[in-house]
């Protein structure tokens, strides 16, 4: 899931840096699938909370090995809880409960809209502004995520089911997008963004803990190979590997390269979702992705920080 990128690094692409945003895209392109064996016996609440304890723990060697401070100050960690709880927490519990609802694609890609929503939110909360072209992109990537949903909702017999899938993630995203802001300030303050992920991960996990005690949610995880090696693959690739290679490219090239990310995680998940889920994809659905990315493309490429 893209954060604010505390670097903004100037030179041409290279090489690396577009093995990188490959690297990302079919991570993340792929997690929308592997997730759905995280579904069915086990609490989504209690499984994403084992999955970003674990990848907060793994992300800690690694800042270290980075250079980076560990030990954060008041202000860093409560803007890391504030991350923590509304991405990692709230934010995944949703995406989680969207995915018993609805294809792993058409979460995906809705999901996507996040860019679009960062960029309102971003203009309304912190007076950043957004060239004509984000504006543009914005209202292009909205059209899309109703192209796609409306096509998919109306053209199966579980139209409501779907609306439920396609209603979770658009909350979630608005949860993510909330998460961001206080990802952004802390970044702009020159807080540590390996360090700090890997905080707000805990944080988030604490604050699932607590759902899950409150709500009486068993704690025992099922014995299944699909399981632990679902849980495997996400804490590692799609937690871990995923976003350090993310703000490793941001520090390097900046958020604006960095973010072409998001235009290659939906295509991906559509593919993945076909093969594996037998998901058939109209007119109006492929346009959808089509005016998605398009519009995710006029956001990057107008952006300047």
Not at 185 to 201: I, K
Request: net charge positive; hydrophobic share 50%; aromatic share 10%.
């Amino acid at each position: 899931m893209s954060q604010a990128a505390y670097h903004h690094a100037g030179g041409q692409p290279d090489r690396w840096d577009f093995l990188s945003l490959a690297a990302c895209g079919l991570i993340w392109g792929t997690t929308w699938l592997v997730l759905k064996f995280q579904l069915g016996s086990l609490s989504p609440v209690v499984s994403i909370m084992y999955r970003f304890i674990a990848s907060g723990l793994l992300i800690f060697p690694v800042s270290r090995l980075q250079g980076q401070r560990l030990v954060l100050t008041r202000r860093e960690h409560l803007l890391a809880a504030a991350q923590g709880v509304l991405v990692f927490g709230i934010g995944y519990v949703m995406v989680y409960a969207a995915e018993e609802h609805a294809p792993s694609a058409l979460v995906a890609v809705v999901f996507a809209s996040l860019s679009l929503v960062n960029t309102g939110l971003f203009r309304l909360v912190l007076g950043q502004k957004a060239a004509r072209g984000a504006w543009m992109g914005a209202g292009l990537g909205a059209v899309g995520v109703a192209c796609l949903s409306a096509g998919q909702i109306m053209g199966s017999s579980l139209r409501s089911d779907l609306l439920l899938g396609v209603g979770l993630t658009l909350g979630s995203v608005l949860f993510n997008a909330c998460g961001n802001l206080a990802t952004r300030v802390n970044q702009s303050h020159g807080a540590p963004v390996s360090t700090v992920t890997g905080w707000a991960m805990l944080y988030g996990s604490a604050a699932l803990m607590v759902t899950a005690l409150v709500t009486h949610a068993s704690f025992v995880p099922p014995m299944t190979v699909s399981f632990w090696a679902s849980f495997v693959y996400l804490t590692v690739f799609g937690s871990v590997v995923g976003f350090l290679i993310y703000y490793a490219l941001a520090h390097r090239r900046g958020f604006t390269l960095a973010s072409y990310t998001g235009a290659l995680t939906p295509p991906v998940a559509m593919v993945v979702s076909s093969l594996f889920e037998h998901v058939r994809w109209d007119l109006s659905a492929l346009a959808g992705i089509v005016l998605i990315v398009s519009g995710q493309v006029m956001i990057v490429r107008s952006t300047r920080r």
